[in-house]
Antibody, heavy 118, light 106 residues
Framework: QVNLLQSGAALVKPGASVKLSCKASGYTFTDYYIHWVKQSHGKSLEWIGYINPNSGYTNYNEKFKSKATLTVDKSTNTAYMELSRLTSEDSATYYC???????????WGQGVMVTVSS | EIVLTQSPTTMAASPGEKVTLTCRASSSVSYMHWYQQRSGTSPKLWIYETSKLASGVPNRFSGSGSGTSYSLTINSMETEDAATYYCQQGSSYPLTFGSGTKLEIK
């Protein structure tokens, strides 16, 4: 069965960076793009970008281009998102999700809450 | 960027009531996907390519629309349908989601 297992909640200081992980299982990791989505508390969903695990090609929402860096480790079937220069605006739940045809998302990680606080 | 506007923002429906949620796009899109999200959980794909039900979705749900106007309809509201529903367009980057409709049971 397909599963996307995300790393645990993170409490980080303003100005620091954090690297979130998303470990895929139950399917061929390199066959599907992985996307990342932000959900601020009680708010809607924002698309951050995606990575092609096979080629490493990335495509970012312009809004997150200087904030997020997407990578993968094919040997461990894990996708990563590093968020840099964190501020309180980055406090949110972040999801990884798998893309299907016509850019719909069929499986989602459980989400990881990032809290930026001194 | 294509902006998706959902209405209403919040609504309450009685069991058995017919419910229609709307999603309007700032530019024409070829299809719409819908997600259900219950409090504290990840979104779930609910309806894709405008009108196709995702696996396990009850057939009291349906989707329709074209161009800039799309809708999700529940034929007969049930308690378990209380959740927030988001539309999402995949026609162009950046991918965008609507602001959501929170559906409550009366």
């Amino acid at each position: 069965q397909v599963n996307l297992l995300q790393s645990g909640a993170a409490l980080v200081k303003p100005g620091a960076s954090v690297k979130l992980s998303c470990k895929a299982s139950g399917y061929t990791f390199t066959d599907y793009y992985i996307h990342w989505v932000k959900q601020s508390h009680g708010k809607s969903l924002e698309w951050i970008g995606y990575i092609n695990p096979n080629s490493g090609y990335t495509n970012y929402n312009e809004k997150f281009k200087s904030k997020a860096t997407l990578t993968v480790d094919k040997s461990t079937n894990t996708a990563y998102m590093e968020l840099s220069r964190l501020t309180s605006e980055d406090s949110a739940t972040y999801y990884c999700t798998r893309q299907l045809y016509l850019r719909r998302f069929d499986y989602w990680g459980q989400g990881v809450m990032v809290t930026v606080s001194s | 960027e294509i902006v998706l506007t959902q209405s209403p923002t919040t609504m309450a429906a009685s069991p058995g009531e017919k419910v229609t949620l709307t999603c309007r796009a700032s530019s024409s899109v070829s299809y719409m996907h819908w997600y259900q999200q219950r409090s504290g959980t990840s979104p779930k794909l609910w309806i894709y390519e405008t009108s196709k039900l995702a696996s396990g979705v009850p057939n009291r749900f349906s989707g329709s629309g074209s161009g800039t106007s799309y809708s999700l309809t529940i034929n007969s509201m049930e308690t378990e349908d209380a959740a927030t529903y988001y539309c999402q367009q995949g026609s162009s980057y950046p991918l965008t989601f609507g602001s959501g409709t929170k559906l409550e049971i009366k």
